[in-house]
């Protein structure tokens, strides 16, 4: 966890939504703000991309495509992992957006680093 807060406030998103209550609630920002300046499609692809990285989480498979990949690139030079993981942020990016293909690949590119002493 980032920040390790998680225990005491909740989860992030939760904390997020603090701010918005009270600049509604006091009048700083209002309905037209609310429906025409914010990007709903941004927050939307944030929050779907953040989901699907405590799926993966969870369900072990930032751990599972670690392990492969750390087994398969065993005593290789830091250029090939450099190649490698180029390619898989390539062909994840082909499927879905680039923001949702960084917060899939980023986690499996620092556990895979630590893992072999580079991060």
Known sequence: KPLG????????GLVGLVPIAFFFTSGLLDRNDFHNALNWSVLILIGGGLALGHVMERSFLLQIMSTTI????????????TAAFSVFMAVIANFVSSTVAAIIILPVVASVGKSVGRA
């Open 5 to 12: 807060l998680e225990p005491y406030f909740g989860s992030m």
């Open 70 to 81: 750390q087994r398969t690139l065993s005593g290789a030079s830091l250029w090939t992992f």
